[in-house]
């Protein structure tokens, strides 16, 4: 009876793998006038650091992905600390000129088609003194900063 159990399952599962069921009213159509071509949308990278802490003075080159950027947008910019209104986003454009954004700036959006080769954050926190040496003093740095990379 076992025997006869699986010769049974082997011959019935064997038989409904051979079937074909033949598709019809499908026609293969060249209709090139209904095609719709996607362009897919350009990716967007994000550079940022929350509350940052550094003490004197500190340069934190951002990573860029790809050769440079492009449509380059400074959502947020902010430091603490002692004179860190002298902190300051540099940005060196493909053609050597340098742009500086300073604490305090927000959704500020460079021109599209400018595209950056060096994004450095630079933090300054120190108590000046005019005799003596600068003594550093403790800030944080906030920043993003959102871009297109060119690859």
Known sequence: MFIFVI????LFSGTEKSFTIPENGVADT???ANMVSITPLPSLRIIRGT??????????R???AG??????SVVNF????EHAEKSVIKIVWENGEVEKVYPGTK???FIANKRAVEIVVMGYSMHERRLFKDSSRKGTLTWEIRY????
Not at 78 to 81: D, L, R, S, Y
Not at 148 to 151: H, Q, V
């Open 7 to 10: 010769t049974a399952y082997m």
């Open 67 to 72: 050769r440079a950027a492009q449509d380059i």
């Open 78 to 81: 902010q430091a603490t600390g």
């Open 30 to 32: 060249d209709n090139t």
């Open 107 to 109: 959704n500020k959006k």
């Open 148 to 151: 297109e990379p060119i690859e």
């Open 62 to 64: 951002q990573a860029i």
């Open 51 to 60: 509350e940052v802490p550094f003490e004197g003075k500190i340069e934190l």
